[in-house]
């Protein structure tokens, strides 16, 4: 069980927009701590999509969209792409057992272009 | 161009201490602006957090995992390393070495760059 909760799948056609939620809790997101996204695809390493809520790192397409609001955070894709097709993690930090926070991740959302 | 190698034994033996090293290429460990860390990934599973160092040497470990972790760096070799005691069955899994960008206040904040990963398997 993760401590942030994402929705197992998403799909959509091409073209269309998609989100995936990080439903958190009062001891991460809800705490301020900020919210992280990652993209994998089978057999490689994550790699970084969205870092402090909503900041693209350099090379990340601007169909890639993040948000926070309260005790959840949303990744939207824009114009889905067939490429676009992998599993996607947040990640944020917990104080519910460390004061300095752990890092935690969403169990992954796999998105599927239809 | 920043990388990161995952090295080490890809077959354990159960109970025994898995130890791993990530070489890191084009850039140096000792850098204030960045953490470094390891994660590992069950096949067909998500993410889970094992660990993180500075360059101070201060370290930070999953509660779950706390008792049988140990992370050093070698600045020397330009280095980190797990270690990991008392292996089973489910620690098999695919472990990553990763940076992580300080945040505002140099705390450790999100991982920007990933090692391809390395499969360990534990069984006798």
């Known amino acids: 069980q993760s401590v942030l909760t994402q929705p197992p799948s998403v799909s959509g056609a091409p073209g269309q927009r998609v989100t995936i939620s990080c439903t958190g809790s009062s001891s991460n997101i809800g705490a301020g701590y900020d919210v992280h996204w990652y993209q994998q695809f089978p057999g490689t390493a994550p790699k970084a999509l969205i870092y402090?809520?909503?900041n693209r790192p350099s090379g990340v397409p601007d169909r890639f969209s993040g948000s926070k609001s309260g005790t959840s955070a949303s990744l939207a894709i824009t114009g889905l792409q067939a490429e676009d097709e992998a599993d996607y993690y947040c990640?944020?930090?917990?104080?519910?057992?460390?004061?300095?926070?752990?890092?935690?991740f969403g169990g992954g959302t796999k998105v599927t272009v239809l | 161009q920043l990388q990161l190698q995952e090295s080490g034994p890809g077959l354990v033996k159960p109970s025994e201490t898995l130890s791993l090293t990530c070489t890191v290429s084009g850039g140096s460990i000792s850098n204030s602006r960045y953490y470094w860390g390891w994660i590992r990934q069950p096949p067909g599973k998500g993410l889970e957090w094992i660990g993180t160092i500075y360059y101070t040497g201060s370290t930070y470990y999953n509660p779950s995992l706390k008792s049988r972790v140990t992370m050093s760096l070698d600045t020397s070799k330009n280095q980190f390393s797990l270690k990991m005691s008392s292996m089973t069955a489910a620690d098999t899994t695919v472990y990553y070495c990763?940076?992580?960008?300080?945040?505002?206040?140099?705390?450790?904040?999100?991982?920007?760059?990933w090692g391809q990963g390395i499969l360990v398997t534990v069984s006798s």
């Open positions: 990763a940076r992580l960008r300080s945040g505002n206040y140099y705390e450790p904040y999100s991982f920007d760059s």
């Open positions: 990640q944020s930090y917990d104080s519910s057992l460390s004061a300095s926070g752990d890092v935690v």
């Open positions: 402090g809520n909503s």
